[in-house]
């Protein structure tokens, strides 16, 4: 085990820690579509092609793109820029990882989104992930996009829970993903992790994260029905609103989750050091 406990937290992206679809706030708008006849288009690609919704979404962005603006990873690395972000995220991860700094854990962020990764580069948080998994083209030597490189859609999402409890971080790295790992040499135990969602697409890693001993919290912008839902199937932990400010009742959840954690690791701990004594006098 490592010195420092890990207690991770992983998010999603859209409608999590932003109130809407990151194509919404500067891409749609270029293209002279409004947001529903752009994810009207969407959902005719599913049905004409029987496409993957995320494959779906990254076809009709190029398609509809032709002639009306340029799509690089530039441009849409730029696009982040403009996403707005819900109150307090900004100066969340800084409060976050020095709460558990405290409490001696090391406080990790991961992004598991089924939105543009490029786009999510370019938001002003990006630094403070340490890895952000989500969907991506492939690029030719002039930075064009020409073909999916990466589509995270609801069920794919959760082998990233599995990468950053093994800490196999790579996501083109899967003989050692699936490799057998005894759970004590896990780099980031279930049991220290902490899901951030809004929605049914974040049911498979609420729910893997809740069942292997983990935390999960649905978060809602207005209307709480959804999240509140999923709290009374026994899906997630908690249902909150998405208020990532000082004081807020999410941030008072975090903080109380990593007491449990770092009271946990201690536990484990001393278990595991009373194990390896009973070995050496065995």
């Known amino acids: 085990m490592q010195n420092t406990p890990i207690l991770a937290l992983m998010y999603d992206f859209d409608r999590t820690l932003s109130p809407k679809d ?57 696009l982040g820029a403009d996403v707005e972000l819900f109150p307090g995220v900004h100066t969340w991860f800084e409060r976050i990882n020095s709460y558990a700094m405290k ?30 998994y989500a969907a991506a083209f492939c690029y030719d030597q002039n930075g064009v996009p020409i073909w999916p490189s990466m589509a995270v859609n609801y069920t794919s999402k959760t082998q990233f829970l599995f990468r950053i409890n093994k800490g196999v971080l790579d996501p083109v790295e899967n003989k050692e993903l699936n490799e057998y790992m005894p759970e004590e040499l896990r780099r980031v135990p279930f049991r220290n992790m902490i ?10 890693c609420m729910k893997l994260t809740k069942s292997n001993g983990g935390h999960s919290i649905a978060v809602y912008k207005s209307s709480s029905e959804e999240a509140h839902s ?53």
């Open 195 to 204: 899901y951030i969602g809004d929605g049914m697409t974040d049911v498979p």
């Open 22 to 78: 990151m194509q919404e706030y500067g891409f749609i708008p270029g293209l002279d579509m409004t947001c529903a006849e752009f994810w009207a288009a969407c959902d005719d690609a599913i049905e004409e092609h029987g496409m993957d919704s995320i494959l779906a979404y990254m076809l009709i962005m190029l398609e509809k793109s032709r002639g009306k603006q340029l799509v690089t990873k530039s441009t849409l690395k730029a």
């Open 103 to 132: 409490k001696g854990l090391c406080a990790e962020h991961y992004i598991i989104s089924s939105g543009l990764k490029e786009i999510i580069e370019g938001t002003k948080v990006a630094h403070e992930f340490k890895k952000i």
């Open 230 to 282: 999923m709290l009374l199937h026994g899906r997630v932990d908690f249902a909150l609103p998405a208020d990532y400010r000082e004081g807020s009742e999410l941030e008072k959840c975090v903080f109380e989750i990593a007491d449990k954690v770092a009271a946990a690791e201690k536990t484990a701990r001393r278990h595991l050091d009373n194990y390896k004594a009973a070995c050496d006098l065995s």
